[in-house]
């Protein structure tokens, strides 16, 4: 089941993807309640979903054309309290992307700690079931605050010294009455980040991720995550000004879902029930490596088969020069 969070003004929706059209659910207002549903019920979240959408229905096109009233929110986040969603995300799980990090760093040494994690990852990130794999790199990108929907800019900020997009897959979970994490489903993500700030020293990388991302416009509730192409595509004044073809999922990865799920809800604070996760998963490719600088206006796409229609975000670099942040004594 694919599923879709909307908005006209301050009233929310979710609805199921039916080819064309989206069916408004009735009695819920966000995936998020949705979940919670779920979990009071004990049925599966599709069937919580399906039972109750029965409620108007809407032309998808023009949602998603933004020539509707109604506008597409992020595919997942917590409507009441964004503080309650914690984005983030796991590094070099694809061989192009430690490819990239190591010629971003490879002028400082032979052989970069960005590669020497990948390494190990090769080595030790698929274990047996039932035994724990090595620790991936694990960065944080906000709060639910940071979360973007399709056709929303995504903003480079004045102290920024760049914005490029990062075509990803990222899952999305609730954690329990009990404190157990229940994975809702997966979307298609553009965690976009600062890849020049990064460049300067593999430290900084933290700081670089700290930006706003997007995700969507779709959930997908059961995805197949074996092997997932797709494409990822900048365009400038209209035309295509870069694409290649991405991908993603486990057969493509160097560590196993299980064990990135594993070692990011291993945390106590990660488990903290009726908190929502959106953790990225990993970009095979990004136009930053292609040595493409974006520019405002451009527009970032990204599209996995499987994961429905593409997630588009302009670009809008925010004006300068930046100004500083005074702090005052109490």
């Known amino acids: 089941m694919r599923i879709v969070q909307i908005a006209r003004g301050a009233h929310r929706k979710v609805a199921i993807v039916d080819d064309g059209l989206l069916r408004l659910v009735q009695g819920r207002d966000s995936v998020y309640a949705l979940a919670l549903a779920a979990l009071e019920s004990g049925e599966r979240l599709d069937a919580v979903a399906q039972r109750s959408a029965f409620g108007e229905i809407i032309h998808y096109d023009d949602v998603f054309e933004g020539r509707s009233e109604w506008r597409l929110l992020p595919s997942a986040d917590h409507p009441a309290d964004p503080a309650r969603c914690l984005v983030s995300g796991t590094g070099l799980t694809h061989m192009t992307s430690a490819l990239n990090r190591q010629a971003m760093h490879a002028a400082q040494e032979e052989l970069t700690d960005s590669m020497r994690m ?19 790199e694990w960065f944080y990108k906000g709060s639910g605050s940071v979360l ?62 700290l930006r706003n991302c997007s995700i969507g416009p779709e959930l997908v509730t059961d995805p197949d995550f074996g092997e997932v192409p797709g494409t990822v595509s900048i ?8 694409s290649r073809d991405v991908r993603s999922g486990e057969s493509v990865m160097c560590h196993s879902l299980a064990n990135l799920e594993h070692h990011h ?66």
Do not use: C
């Open 265 to 330: 809800f291993k945390f106590e604070g990660h488990r903290r029930p009726g908190d929502l996760h959106v953790h990225f998963l990993g970009a095979d490719a990004f136009s930053f490596g292609a040595g493409i600088a974006l520019q405002a206006g451009d527009v970032m796409s990204v599209n996995f088969t499987g994961f429905g229609r593409a997630l588009r975000n302009p670009l809008r670099v925010e004006p300068g020069p930046p100004r500083i942040v005074p702090v005052r004594p109490l």
């Open 148 to 209: 973007r929907g399709h056709n929303a800019p995504l903003a480079v900020p004045a102290y920024a010294e760049d914005g490029g997009e990062e075509p990803e897959i990222a899952g999305v979970y609730i954690v329990d009455a009990e404190g157990l994490p229940r994975r809702i489903g997966m979307t298609q993500g553009n965690e976009f980040s600062d890849h020049k700030f990064e460049k300067r020293n593999y430290l900084y990388l933290a700081g670089s991720k």
């Open 118 to 136: 990948f390494r190990w990852g090769v080595e030790g990130g698929r274990p047996a079931a039932g035994e724990i794999g090595v620790a991936p």
């Open 235 to 242: 365009e400038r004044d209209g035309q295509v000004l870069w």
